[in-house]
């Protein structure tokens, strides 16, 4: 069963502390995405992999971390310094064959209280 | 600045009644054009692309038309169904050095009535 998965559906934290959310794809595509997600707005862009060991950064890049050691997994870390990090947030990725064509998670929705 | 506008923002329609939902963009340099359905709490799923060329494409009861010229972008639905309420997100992708630059619209909420 290909696709990208993302866990978990729903997370849950106190303000102050650090969360990671799960991105794994078995489409054995090279560019992987983060995007947030707020009610009235386009997606916006966090982080931007175009291969393993390499990551940029997106447009609201600002408390966030991401690594990309292997191929198939781009995990995303909500830091505490994120000042509005409640949110719904998407995993995308795309091959070298169609790069415009993205493929994108389920979501993990995230709220901070 | 790249920018992609949709309208309207929310849409309410009987079930079995047709719908169109536009979108403008400034996105330079144009690649591609895409249209998504976005459920709530999932992630979007593709419908429809059109490159510079394509003015028209179709998807079952999904029809995109593109106006490279005016810059827009229209998605009609026809003899719509209960499981087409949904957000709607156009997206357009600039081709850069570095790869594609995706630009998302605010989307089209629509809800489908019985």
């Known amino acids: 069963d290909g696709g990208i998965t993302q866990s978990p559906k729903y997370l849950f934290r106190k303000e102050g502390q650090n969360v990671t959310l799960s991105c794994e794809q078995n489409?054995?595509?090279?560019?992987m995405y983060w995007y947030r997600q707020d009610p009235g707005q386009g997606l916006r862009l966090i982080y931007y992999?175009?291969?393993?060991?390499?990551?940029q950064k997106g447009d609201i890049a600002e408390g966030y971390s991401v690594s990309r050691e292997k191929k198939e997994s781009f995990p995303l870390t909500v830091t505490s310094a994120q000042k509005n990090p409640t949110a719904f947030y998407l995993c995308?990725?795309?091959?070298?064959?169609?790069?415009?064509?993205?493929?994108f998670g389920p979501g993990t929705r995230l709220t901070v209280t | 600045k790249n920018q992609v506008e949709q309208s309207p923002q929310s849409l309410i329609i009987l079930e079995g009644k047709n719908c169109t939902l536009q979108?403008?963009?400034?996105?330079?340099?144009?690649?591609?054009l895409r249209w998504y359905k976005q459920d709530t709490g999932r992630g979007p799923v593709s419908l429809t692309i059109m490159t510079f060329s394509e003015n028209t494409k179709s998807n079952g009861r999904y029809t995109a038309t593109l106006d490279a010229d005016t810059k827009q972008s229209s998605l009609h639905i026809t003899a719509s169904q209960l499981s087409d309420s949904a957000s709607y997100i156009c997206v357009v992708s600039a081709a850069m050095d570095y790869g594609q630059n995706f630009v998302f619209g605010p989307g089209t909420r629509l809800s489908v009535l019985p």
């Open positions: 995308a990725s795309s091959g070298r064959d169609t790069p415009s064509e993205q493929y």
């Open positions: 489409l054995n595509h090279d560019a």
């Open positions: 992999s175009q291969i393993v060991n390499d990551f």
């Open positions: 979108c403008n963009y400034t996105v330079s340099p144009f690649s591609n």
